[in-house]
């Protein structure tokens, strides 16, 4: 893999071939990046709501009634995924977070468990009290698992636009997200480019290294 020619080369996808399938196989290690992306004290504040069939690619395309350019993205795309992210981190979800990891054999001995489930309370602590940005920290986590399915996505020779032109209102009330815990960050079609899609042919557009990197 050379992540150099895939970050240049990835771009996003302003139409999609709506006559071409993204493969089980294939969107199966998507969902893969998603489960296996990391988070901050792994807190995994995700939920994901997929469509691969037209019924529900209309459901999320209603969210998109104000930004009718976002529409065919969605419509066309082989499938497309609602990303969303809890709103609290309260005590029960903590608690799975752990149970979880202790099921997958993470703790050695009921101490490390216990040293594990501090520390991520600490943090969730520090979040909701001190900082008082635990909606918007958890946010942040999604918005990472997003990065890192995007270059997933790439490596897999799949394309992908990555959107916040929507109303996440319309998400949240389409699929009962608030209902859930949860609320509608992005949006993320996925499929294959169309033959005219203009911005494939667009050079990348980077400030240059000496701009955005320094020496510490």
């Known amino acids: 893999m050379n992540v150099k020619n895939l970050s240049e080369n990835r771009y996003s996808?302003?139409?999609?071939?709506?006559?071409?399938?993204?493969s089980a196989d294939d969107f199966a290690q998507i969902k893969a990046a998603l489960r296996n992306a990391?988070?901050?004290?792994?807190?995994?504040?995700?939920?994901?709501?997929?469509?691969?069939?037209?019924?529900?690619?209309?459901?999320?395309?209603?969210?998109?009634?104000?930004?009718?350019y976002n529409r065919e993205k969605i419509t066309n795309a082989s499938h497309v995924v609602v990303f969303a992210?809890?709103?609290?981190?309260?005590d029960a979800y903590v608690t799975a977070v752990v149970e979880q990891e202790d099921q997958d054999?993470?703790?050695?001995?009921?101490?490390a468990k216990a040293a594990?489930?501090?520390?991520?309370?600490?943090?969730?602590?520090?979040?909701?009290?001190?900082f008082q940005d635990e909606s918007a920290w958890l946010a942040k986590q999604v918005h990472i698992n997003l990065g890192?399915?995007?270059?997933?996505?790439?490596a897999l020779g799949i394309d992908a636009v990555p959107m916040e032109g929507v109303d996440m209102k319309v998400l949240n009330q389409e699929f009962g997200?608030?209902?859930?815990?949860?609320?509608?960050?992005?949006?993320?079609?996925?499929?294959?480019?169309?033959?005219?899609?203009?911005?494939?042919?667009?050079?990348?557009?980077?400030?240059?290294?000496?701009v955005i990197f320094s020496k510490a």
Do not use: C, M
């Open 85 to 90: 992210a809890r709103k609290h981190a309260d």
């Open 177 to 210: 997200l608030n209902e859930k815990g949860y609320t509608a960050v992005a949006v993320v079609p996925f499929g294959y480019r169309a033959a005219d899609d203009y911005n494939a042919a667009l050079p990348k557009s980077r400030f240059a290294e000496e």
């Open 13 to 22: 996808t302003k139409k999609f071939d709506p006559t071409k399938k993204i």
């Open 148 to 154: 890192f399915v995007l270059f997933a996505a790439a």
């Open 38 to 68: 990391p988070s901050s004290v792994n807190i995994q504040p995700w939920h994901f709501v997929i469509a691969d069939d037209d019924a529900g690619k209309a459901r999320i395309a209603k969210s998109a009634e104000n930004f009718p």
């Open 105 to 111: 054999g993470r703790f050695a001995t009921a101490e």
């Open 116 to 130: 594990g489930d501090d520390i991520r309370r600490v943090y969730v602590g520090y979040h909701r009290e001190q």
